[in-house]
């Protein structure tokens, strides 16, 4: 196997308010703007306002190479949940430091995409938007161990509540 070369990304969007800090918990409810690139073309959005969410690939941008962990660790350094590797956990730990979120599209206005429940904070680059397609969602039963519901019990919580 050779090795790779390595793979430019240009952000085609930015995360626009919202949340202003990282944080474990309480990302519901809240909304903000994933903000196109001025010089993309305005129809590359033209049609998604018919959908409800999307598929938003970002970058933890506020975080480094350093944060980097290739090993077993118990989520959130929690020893009731057992530990497992890097690509179980959903994180800024990861190698490209990318993550993918859904939130809910409430309104298109121009290269502004209003949307809610997205859990990156202000300024985080956006590398790909997509809209969700129920049928390219996972087939057949989906399984997982009961400590990723643990964990999430209270990710999803409105913000206010914190």
């Known amino acids: 196997m050779t090795a790779q070369q390595p793979l430019q990304i240009t952000p085609i969007a930015t995360v626009v308010g919202g949340h202003t800090e990282v944080l474990d918990d309480y990302q519901g409810g809240v909304e903000s703007i994933i903000r196109l690139r001025d010089d993309l073309p305005l129809e590359t959005l033209q049609g998604i306002e018919e959908f409800s969410h999307l ?31 890097t690509f179980v956990h959903r994180n800024h730990r990861r190698p490209n430091q990318l993550a993918v979120s859904y939130p809910r599209l409430l309104g298109v206005d121009g290269r ?51």
């Open 55 to 85: 598929t938003v690939t970002w970058h933890f941008s506020r975080s480094g190479p350093e944060a980097v962990q290739l090993h077993a660790r118990s989520p959130r350094g929690d020893d009731r949940w057992p530990a497992t590797g």
């Open 112 to 162: 502004d995409l209003l949307v809610t429940d997205l859990d990156a904070v202000d300024g985080t680059p956006v590398v790909d938007i997509a809209p969700w397609f129920t049928d390219m969602g996972p087939r057949g039963p989906v399984q997982e161990p009961t400590w990723p519901g643990e964990m999430l019990e209270n990710y999803w919580r409105d913000a206010d509540s914190r």
